[in-house]
């Protein structure tokens, strides 16, 4: 009896041991607190306004997986931890980034709901983040956007693309895991969201010039955004008068602080040629 007990307490031992064993928990990641950015030597124009699009990614691309490649295996093939993921997909992920950033540096983004009054339009692509192993102990992370700047609805007269450009950044990941992925993708995100804003600063620097005297149509750029304040555009009124056989608009930079009291400057050969009024 005593042996069959035995025995019974074995085989017991024995299934508790081969059964199924408790899956390890999942770390998830994020991109961490902000860095502090007022140090930031390019800032970009406060009088611009920017609507920013969440960002976008391909299906494949747009979960929370922590993605890798073994690229001295099979660099074509993508893979993801099992025990690894990100707090959301890295497209929102760089979505709060590039807000918080946009900020920082001088600029309220707007959503893209409201792209019809604002100035300008961002529209950023993922088209890469992952890590790359180069060997089974050195890897970096790959990090690639591309990012489109559109006119807004402020802009009158005006439509359609101003600048595009993608931004590719690797930075090497300390420990070949997911944790050293984790890090090493969080710091080249940072660096092609810094790359993106000093591309973006001279951008938003050119806007429109309010029109003299409530005048419709086109008005002309300033020269410099140190100019914007002190300068205005100024229609000509003989050539609008004829704009049918100059078809041009003469822009004259008039100071603010002294008007001019007669008449206009006008810039059009064969003056003399002109029809009367």
């Not at 960002?55 to 073994?70: E, G, K, N, Q, V």
């Not at 993508?78 to 997909?89: I, L």
């Not at 620097?205 to 020269?223: F, H, K, N, Q, Y």
């Not at 555009?233 to 009291?261: G, N, S, T, W």
Request: hydrophobic fraction near 40%.
């Amino acid at each position: 009896m005593k042996r069959k007990a035995v025995l019974l307490a074995a085989v017991l031992l024995t299934a508790c041991s081969i059964g199924p064993r408790p899956a390890p928990p999942i770390t998830t990641y994020d991109f961490g607190l902000a860095r502090d950015e007022s140090e930031r030597s390019e800032q970009l124009n406060p009088d611009a306004s920017i609507a920013l699009a969440e960002i976008t990614a391909p299906d494949w691309l747009d979960t929370p997986a922590l993605h890798y490649r073994l690229a001295y295996i099979n660099p074509n093939a993508r893979r993801a931890y099992a025990d690894s993921r990100w707090a959301a997909s890295p497209a929102d992920l760089l979505t709060q980034r590039l807000r918080q950033r946009l900020a920082a540096a001088g600029s309220t983004p707007m959503t893209n709901q409201d792209s019809s009054n604002a100035d300008f339009t961002l529209r950023v692509q993922l088209e890469e983040f992952a890590q790359v192993f180069d060997s089974a102990s050195s890897s970096r992370a790959l990090v690639r956007l591309h990012a489109t700047l559109l006119n807004g609805g402020k802009r009158r007269g005006k439509s359609g693309e101003v600048a595009q450009r993608t931004f590719v950044v690797e930075k090497p990941a300390k420990t070949a895991d997911a944790e050293g992925a984790a890090l090493a993708l969080t710091a080249a995100s940072d660096a092609a969201i810094a790359q993106l804003l000093d591309w973006l600063a001279p951008r938003l620097s050119d806007r429109e010039a309010p029109l003299v005297g409530g005048l419709d149509g086109p008005a002309c750029t300033p020269i410099s955004p140190q100019w914007s304040q002190a300068f205005q555009c100024q229609r000509h009124p003989v050539a609008d008068r004829h704009q049918r056989k100059f078809d041009a608009l003469i822009p004259i930079q008039m100071p603010i602080e002294r008007p001019y009291r007669f008449g206009f400057l006008l810039v059009v050969s064969g003056v003399g040629d002109l029809p009367g009024p």
